[in-house]
């Protein structure tokens, strides 16, 4: 499938299958917000869960937090986001359509990353078993030039976009000829900057109400918090913060479906840690974050870091995860060594002091962080991005299967009577009971048995047991393996272990 066919099939599987429905469909729906339906909040409650055990339950020195979206307005002030959370935008003078001026450079960036690819395979292709990508994409005159371009261009980005020369921005869109990608024109006005937040107000009377920010990101309830959990936790540093929830930015090029938000949720950890230490800190943070993306078992080539040559203003290192996703590779996660910015502004702007005495070194000091951040909707997009495929059988049909993780999917198991009748449906039911105190399952009685599979394999269920008339006379049943479709017969006593063995938590994290 084509990459762009692809995004198309993830977005309409998405919505026929109840994972992502568009908010407030039936008023023409609200740009760049979705909700989650049915198997939608449950892949994403797996998931937030997910990275909660990694983080939180499997770390003695780590603790959770759940601040309120509210902040005290002088938060964003202190925390730099009323004077530099900002995006650069651009907007085209014909079609009148705004767009974010470092992502129409990327975006060029991407189709030259995407041309590389093809010669790739198009290599693959001609060398077979012999082919070493490592060496082709370093040696081939082609790949190199186009790859030097790229580095080039994003170079310079990351520098006029530091330096916040805005005029060099728009000059490099110019001298590579970007066109609006709706309609072509290259009529393009000056480079501004727009900032994310939400405004909203607090209070009864208009007199008396208080500007409010709804929070572009958790991260700042952490550092507002950090004394109060240090001292009631006992936390001796080194030592982390982690939290989910939403977050809103009032993104200029909302698109991508769920990738790029105006509401979204975060999952960030602020990893508290002595000063000096920060880059080893950086890169254990790098390699364990990489581990848990890794032990999901979405494929190895589909991640890359990404370091930054443009610097958040708190960050004195940062790089990506970046993920493949359907339009190619993306940031999906964050690792920021952040510095002792945050705590050092809260301090000054509260006049509260926010530090740590060691008692090691007999010194107070203000903990350096280093900071995790993915965001949880990206994370459920590349997950079910990745796990969408559709397969030639044997028999020249295809089938379409949802390959989640078996830990994420919603549903782990569907009990299926063969038929509606001689009490099968009452067996069915009964492993249902049973089965739905340790996992979420469902029942499913309509159709032929062989429609059923398909379904439960397009929603991605890892396991179908089917109750027969065998299972009447010595109470086993089939149990089939969405991946492979092979089929077993299993005593309905040995169920739970069996499923168990594929979904628990543990058996995946243990890959970390
Ligand atoms: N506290 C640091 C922070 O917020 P960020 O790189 O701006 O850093 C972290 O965001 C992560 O949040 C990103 O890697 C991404 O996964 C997610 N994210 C950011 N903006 C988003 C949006 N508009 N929609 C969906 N996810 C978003």
Redesign the pocket.
Known sequence: MANEDQFKKVISHAKEYGYVFQSSEIYDGLS?VYDYAQNGVELKKNIRDYWWKAMVQMHDNIVGLDAAIFMHPTTWKASGHVDAFSDPLIDNKDSKKRYRADVLVEDYCAKIEAKIEKEVKKAEKRFGEAFNKQEFVSTNGRVVGYQEKIDSILKRLGQSLEKEDLADVKALIEELEIADPLTGSRNWTDVKQFNLMFGTKLGASAESAMDLYLR????QGIFVNFLNVQKTGRMKIPFGIAQTGK?F?N?IV?RQF?????E???M?MQFFIKPGTQKEWFEHWKETRMKWHLSLGMGEDNYRFHDHEKL?HYADAAT??EFKFPFGFK????I?SRTDFDLKQHEEFSGKKLQYFDHEDNASYTPYVL?T???????FLAVFSNALVEEELENNTTRTVLKLPAVLAPIKAAILPLVKKDGLPEVAQKIVEDLKWDFNVTYDEKDAVGRRYRRQDANGTPFCITVDHDTLEDNTVTIRHRDTMEQKRVKIEDLKDIIKAEVDVKHWLQKM
């Open positions: 760049a572009p990101e958790t991260a977050a930015r993104e909302a769920i990738f790029r938000m105006r979204f949720e975060q960030e958040a990506d995860i940031e999906l996660e964050g920021h900071e951040s993915i965001g949880l909707d990206r994370m």
